[in-house]
C-alpha cells in the first residue's frame, strides 16, 4: 500500500513527519512537501544574523538537499486549500492527497501595529533580521526597546534573548553605558510555564540595567515622536525599537475554512482536524501548546506514529503531550535550557536547567542533529 500524501509547509514539523515517514516506508511513500520557499532557517539563528555571529547566507539550508526515498519538494505557492476534498492548489497545479497535513506556521501582520513598518524594525522574519543587522551599527546611545506587539508569538523566550543579546552587543561596541534597554511583554513572567526559568531571567535583567515591563504591549508607534504607545496609553520614548509583530494564520488557511478564532483546532491527542484525513500541526494550530518549532516537532512525531499505526496495523502512540525543549540565550557566551510539558498535566509546567557554556554546545547539536536528519548535511 502506498500512502499519498501532501504536506503544506517544510518548516520543523513538515520536515520531521517527512523523515519519519521516509525513514519508515520508503519507496512505499508518495509525499509531496510543499513550501514557497527555497530554504529553511532555524528561528534561533536570526538572532545569529542580527548580532553579526553568523551571515546570512551560513544559516540557510536549502531544500534542493532533501533526498529521501517517498518525498519530493515543491518550491511553490499555496494559493487554495480544500479540506474536504483534501485537495490544494499552487501556482504550479494541483495536486489531492489521501493525507493532507497543514504545517503552514504563523505569518506576521506589521500593518496591524500602526508605525511598526515606518518607525521600528522586527527580527522574527529572516528579512526583518537581515535589515535589522544593518541598523544596530547606527545606534550608538539613547534608548532601545524590544516590544511585543501581540499574543501569542512564536517562541516566548526570544524576546528576553534579544534584550540580553542587545546588551552584550552595545558591550563590544563601547556604547553600553551611552544606552538604556527596556523589554514589554504582554505575559507577567519572561516563560510562564517555568517560574525558575522566569526568575533567572528577571535577575539577568537586573544584573545588566534592563528594564522588564511586564503584562503590557505596544499598540502603535509614534514615528514622528519616536514613542511606542502601550496597551494602557502610557508612552516610552525610543530609539531604536525591535518588535515582536502580530501573528496570525496565512490567508490561504483562514480562507480555507479550517480555523476557528484564527487558528485550525486540532484533537489534542493526535492532531486531527474536524475533516477526514487532514491533520494540522505546529504554529497554526491553537493545540495549547507554545508556538515554537520544538512543539511543531514532536506533534509530527505523533501523527507520524498515528499514520504509520494505520498503515502498518500497530497501536496508536499515545497522546500528544505538547512537550517540548527551549534553549535561551542568556548573553556571555552562556545558555539555558527550559523542558516545558503543556498538555499531559492539569496545567503547564517546565523544569529550568541552569545557563552554562556546556549547554551551548548541547543547542549546537541540536541543530547539526536535525541538520543531518532533514537535509543530509
Known amino acids: 500500500m502506498t500512502i499519498r500524501m501532501v504536506v503544506l509547509g517544510a518548516g520543523f514539523g513538515g520536515l ?18 510543499i513550501d ?30 532533501i533526498m ?8 511553490e505557492t499555496i494559493t487554495a486549500i480544500d479540506p474536504e476534498a483534501r485537495c490544494v492548489r499552487t501556482d504550479h497545479g494541483t495536486y489531492v492527497a489521501d493525507v493532507l497535513v497543514v504545517a503552514l506556521g504563523a505569518d506576521y501582520d506589521l500593518a496591524a501595529t500602526p508605525g511598526l513598518i515606518e518607525g521600528g524594525n522586527e527580527f522574527y522574519s529572516f528579512a526583518g533580521a537581515e535589515r535589522l543587522r544593518k541598523v544596530l551599527p547606527t ?14 508569538f512564536k517562541c516566548p523566550p526570544a524576546p528576553s534573548e534579544a534584550a540580553l543579546l542587545l ?12 544606552c538604556t534597554i527596556s523589554l514589554v511583554m504582554p505575559l507577567g513572567a519572561p516563560i510562564p510555564p517555568s517560574p525558575a526559568a522566569s526568575q533567572a531571567l528577571i535577575a539577568a535583567f537586573a544584573e545588566r540595567g534592563i528594564t522588564f515591563v511586564p503584562n503590557r504591549r505596544v499598540t502603535a508607534l509614534d514615528a514622528a515622536r519616536r514613542v511606542a504607545i502601550l496597551d494602557d496609553a502610557s508612552e516610552m520614548p525610543y530609539d531604536l525599537f525591535l518588535g515582536i509583530p502580530k501573528h496570525r494564520a496565512p490567508d490561504v488557511v483562514a480562507a480555507s475554512g479550517l480555523t476557528e478564532n484564527g487558528w485550525i483546532p486540532v484533537n489534542p491527542e ?24 520544538t512543539f ?48 499531559s498535566g492539569p496545567a503547564p509546567s517546565g523544569s529550568f536547567i541552569e545557563p552554562s557554556a556546556a549547554l551551548v554546545d548541547e543547542k549546537r547539536h541540536f541543530a547539526t542533529s536535525r541538520r543531518a536528519r532533514w537535509f543530509g548535511l
Open 296 to 343: 511543531s516537532e514532536t506533534a509530527a512525531r505523533v501523527v507520524a506514529a498515528t499514520l504509520l499505526a494505520e498503515i502498518q496495523g500497530g497501536e496508536q502512540p499515545s497522546a500528544y503531550a505538547g512537550a517540548g525543549t527551549c534553549y535561551v540565550e542568556f548573553g556571555g557566551g552562556r545558555v539555558g535550557r527550559v523542558d516545558v510539558d503543556f498538555l
Open 36 to 65: 514557497r520557499n527555497d530554504s529553511f532557517v532555524f528561528g534561533f539563528s536570526k538572532l545569529d544574523v542580527v548580532f553579526g555571529r553568523e551571515t546570512p547566507d551560513a544559516v540557510r539550508l536549502s531544500y534542493r538537499n
Open 139 to 152: 545606534f550608538s546611545s539613547g534608548h532601545a526597546i524590544v516590544g511585543v506587539t501581540a499574543a501569542p
Open 167 to 178: 546588551h552584550d552587543h552595545l558591550i563590544k561596541c563601547g556604547v553600553r553605558d551611552a
Open 270 to 293: 493526535n492532531l486531527k482536524t474536524r475533516f477526514p484525513g487532514v491533520y494540522a500541526i505546529g504554529d497554526v494550530t491553537s493545540v495549547g501548546t507554545a508556538k515554537a518549532g
Open 68 to 75: 529521501k526515498p517517498g518525498v519530493v519538494f515543491r518550491q
Open 16 to 33: 520531521e513527519l517527512s523523515t519519519i515517514l521516509s525513514e519508515a516506508l520508503g519507496d512505499h511513500l508518495d509525499v509531496t512537501l
